[in-house]
């Protein structure tokens, strides 16, 4: 599961610390509400447009509901409240936004991650908002509407002379914070290759066995920089105030990576998902949700339905 491109799990003791500070995670203007009533929710109206392209012989699991599994892997994506049982984030804002758009209730299904491929192919659940990448295997077996872009962050300490890291040589002679097995491991692997190629410093990758050993490790100087899924670096930042960005990454470098609302195969309901996630984002609704969780970076133009995913490797 660690190769997954748009997804890493969390340990557990970080989703521990981030039911703190009466639910709120602080840093600077960052914040995060982990509070089950979540008021700063959007609600949205129903959409006549996307409620008309729902197949005549779609049957959702629930009628009347949009059942939907999420993976509370961790804050700012999905992480339970601090009530311990209600899922809260940007992906179940997500899912509450599109379920408005078609006039249905939702219930959000908690799932360990690994498992959402069998619920969706058994019809557990009508669909998956739970940070799912795009890969060419998975469309092999389910069809996707895009949300938003799978990026991983390029962060360093507060203090690091370090400014930006956009491309390669940018990173040439680093010390890099990387999971073993990972993408982001594949991608900078491939960095190193094109600056020993350019005659440019090797950079060196570096592998500890937990996020808190890694950041230990940038903050004592023995690392430069630390490369992991975008949106849990943005939440540690805003936790710890210890670390900042200095670039991102995207899962599908050298081209895009995206994540997706997942559906069966054939189903029928991802062109629906795309005209109701289409349709957020023209309203400006799907731009405020992101920007309440401080993922605006990883927002799309637009959705697509089965765009070109991450090849095998």
């Known amino acids: 599961m660690t190769s997954t491109p748009a997804f890493r799990p969390w340990p557990f003791v970080l989703l521990i610390t ?26 949205v109206g129903r959409d006549e447009t996307a409620v008309a392209a729902i197949p005549r012989d779609f049957k959702f699991v629930t009628p009347g509901t949009f059942t939907v599994a999420v993976a509370p892997g961790g804050p700012p994506l999905a992480t339970y409240a601090t009530d311990a049982k209600t899922v809260v984030g940007a992906d179940p804002d997500i899912a509450y936004a599109i379920a408005d758009s078609l006039g249905l209730k939702l219930e959000l299904v908690p799932v360990a991650w690994i498992d959402w491929p069998l619920g969706l192919a ?49 990173a040439a002679g680093l010390k890099i914070i990387a999971g073993a097995g990972t993408n982001q491991e594949r991608i900078l692997l491939e960095w190193n290759k094109e600056n020993v190629a350019a005659g440019l410093k090797p950079l060196e990758l570096q592998y500890y066995d937990d996020d808190a050993a890694s950041l230990l490790a940038l903050a004592s100087g023995r ?38 609302v997942t559906t069966r195969k054939g189903s029928g309901l991802a062109n629906v998902l795309t005209v109701a996630t289409n349709d957020l984002i023209a309203s400006g609704t799907y731009g405020k949700i992101l920007d309440h969780w401080h993922l605006s970076e990883e927002a799309l133009l637009k959705s697509e339905t089965n765009p070109p995913g991450l090849p095998k490797y």
């Open 18 to 43: 981030a039911l703190t500070s009466f639910g709120t995670a602080r840093a600077g203007d960052l914040s995060f509400d982990l509070s089950p009533e979540q008021p700063g929710r959007i609600h």
């Open 223 to 260: 690392a430069d920089v630390i490369v992991q899924p975008h949106a849990q670096l943005v939440y540690i930042a805003a936790r710890d105030n210890t670390i900042r960005g200095v670039g991102t990454l995207s899962a599908g470098w050298p081209d895009r990576s995206d994540v997706a």
């Open 122 to 170: 058994s019809s557990k659940y009508d669909a998956v908002v739970s940070n799912v990448g795009v890969t060419e295997q998975r469309k092999e077996k389910f069809d996707f509407s895009t949300y938003r872009q799978g990026l991983h962050g390029i962060y360093v300490k507060s203090d690091s002379k370090i400014t930006s890291i956009k491309e390669p040589k940018d």
